[in-house]
């Protein structure tokens, strides 16, 4: 029998107490189905079980191979774990028997051992292969992408999916570098933007911005979140509640414009002859929006950019239903 061995990497978990909170897992939800999209290293999954009873559920996603490897460590039968993205959501749920949940986690970016493991390639700091895929099972890597892709595209992903203004700078020096040799390592990369960025902003590595554009791309990132926002509200039972933990301005925004696009629905004209029972009604609640405290960030500085958003899936009216 073959084994598979993780390599052992300090990981902690952002809001941590915070997002299991936000899930209320008091009473009667205690006993519920819940959803952790985002397994990690666990960190989340383990504390929801401890609090769960007997008779609940919880079902976990993950990518990565070496994150379901510390998953399937885990003999608890209330909790099942699913080699794939929270954006098939539905039908994994669906082919494990679970139609709607009481709760779901999602805990965007990338974890702590995944940017600590040079063989990753998701680092500028310490030389590796240049890989950057979450799920080393399937698709390109960065290195692929980087020697095939044109610079016109080169420079549309840094640009929006990094928010970099060197990106035109930075697409043509790739371009130029991948001509003499292959750029196989991020030591390679980095060195590559470091010599493009005219000015660099305080206390943050040049290559920071490029290097979270590629990730975002090769692994699809957004479009994941936009396809799994979707997934987890019609998961979402009547009194569900839903938590999303965002690491940077592009994710925040996407979660933050869909609750938005379920909590405020445009009424008619008051004036109209209409019912109050056959107006628009909202379909979440905004229940809160949560950053890490000083004390957290000061432990652990990965932190500082996480902001966590909580809603309520609204019941639907009484009076709506038997219309």
Do not use: C
């Not at 098939?88 to 702590?112: F, H, K, P, W, Y």
């Not at 990106?167 to 390679?188: G, H, L, M, N």
């Not at 414009?257 to 109050?276: G, M, T, Y």
């Amino acid at each position: 029998m073959t084994t598979t061995t993780v390599p052992e990497f300090q990981h902690r978990t952002v809001l941590l107490d915070e997002a299991v909170d936000a899930l209320a897992l008091a009473g009667a939800r205690a006993d519920g189905v819940f959803v952790d999209g985002t397994f990690g290293r666990g960190g989340h999954s383990r504390l929801i079980l401890s609090k769960l009873g007997a008779k609940a559920r919880l079902v976990a996603f993950d990518k990565d191979p070496q994150a379901i490897a510390t998953a399937e460590q885990i003999n608890d039968p209330r909790f099942t774990i699913v080699h794939d993205s929270f954006a098939t959501m539905r039908e994994s749920l669906a082919a494990n028997g679970v139609d709607q949940v009481d709760g779901i986690l999602l805990d965007l970016g990338i974890s702590s051992p995944q940017v600590d493991d040079a063989a990753r390639g998701f680092s500028f700091r310490n030389d590796g292969p240049l890989d950057m895929r979450m799920d080393t099972t399937r698709g390109m890597s960065a290195a692929e992408w980087l020697a095939t892709e044109n610079e016109q595209t080169l420079e549309k992903v840094i640009k929006e999916y990094g928010e970099e203004r060197f990106a035109f700078q930075i697409a043509k020096a790739i371009v130029a570098r991948r001509a003499v040799e292959p750029i196989s390592t991020t030591r390679q990369l980095a060195g590559i933007v470091a010599g493009a960025v005219k000015t660099r902003e305080k206390g943050k590595d040049p290559a920071t911005r490029t290097f979270q554009a590629i990730r975002i791309f090769i692994n699809k990132e957004l479009e994941d979140l936009e396809v799994g926002l979707t997934q987890a509200y019609a998961s979402l039972a009547p009194g569900g509640i839903i938590a999303i933990i965002s690491f940077h301005s592009l994710e925040d925004r996407m979660v933050k414009r869909f609750f938005a696009s379920k909590a405020n629905v445009e009424q008619p004209d008051r004036r109209l002859p209409i019912r109050a029972v056959d107006l628009p009604q909202p379909e979440l609640k905004l229940l809160a929006k949560i950053k890490p405290s000083d004390a957290e960030v000061d432990v652990n500085p990965r932190a500082r950019s996480a902001v966590m958003r909580v809603a309520r899936r609204l019941p639907i009216p009484v009076d709506a239903e038997a219309a």
